[in-house]
């Protein structure tokens, strides 16, 4: 069974740091690359960012570049989602993404606010 299980979020001060967590099993991730997106209130589905299945190569939205780093542990089955100097703009449910060719999966999402 296929799942993909974010973590780490919650409510943080402007100017704060989280860090999300995306666990996965029941595929083989290190075959995977692996992305974050997000949705804000009132918003479509954004890209926050990818990694390649090594983790040797990333890429950033525009948004996040400079704040946002995604890194992954294909030991641990595991995506991470480092964020610093959040902004109230980055409020939004995160999701993270798993894709092979066409095998895609989903996460269930993990809420970060950004609020004083």
């Known amino acids: 069974q296929v799942q993909l299980v974010e973590s780490g979020g919650g409510l943080v001060q402007p100017g704060g740091s989280l860090r999300l967590s995306c666990a996965a099993s029941?595929?083989?991730?290190?075959?995977?690359?692996m992305s974050w997106y997000r949705r804000a209130p009132g918003k479509g589905r954004e890209l926050v960012g990818s990694?390649?299945?090594?983790?040797?190569?990333?890429n950033y939205a525009d948004s996040v570049k400079g704040r946002f780093t995604i890194s992954r542990d294909n030991a641990k089955n595991t995506m991470y989602l480092q964020m610093n100097s959040l902004i109230p703009e980055d409020t939004a449910v995160y999701y993270c993404?798993?894709?092979?060719?066409?095998?895609?999966?989903w996460g269930q999402g993990t809420q970060v606010t950004v609020s004083s």
């Open positions: 993404y798993a894709r092979r060719g066409l095998s895609v999966y």
């Open positions: 029941g595929f083989t991730f290190s075959s995977y690359a």
């Open positions: 990694t390649g299945s090594a983790g040797s190569s990333t």
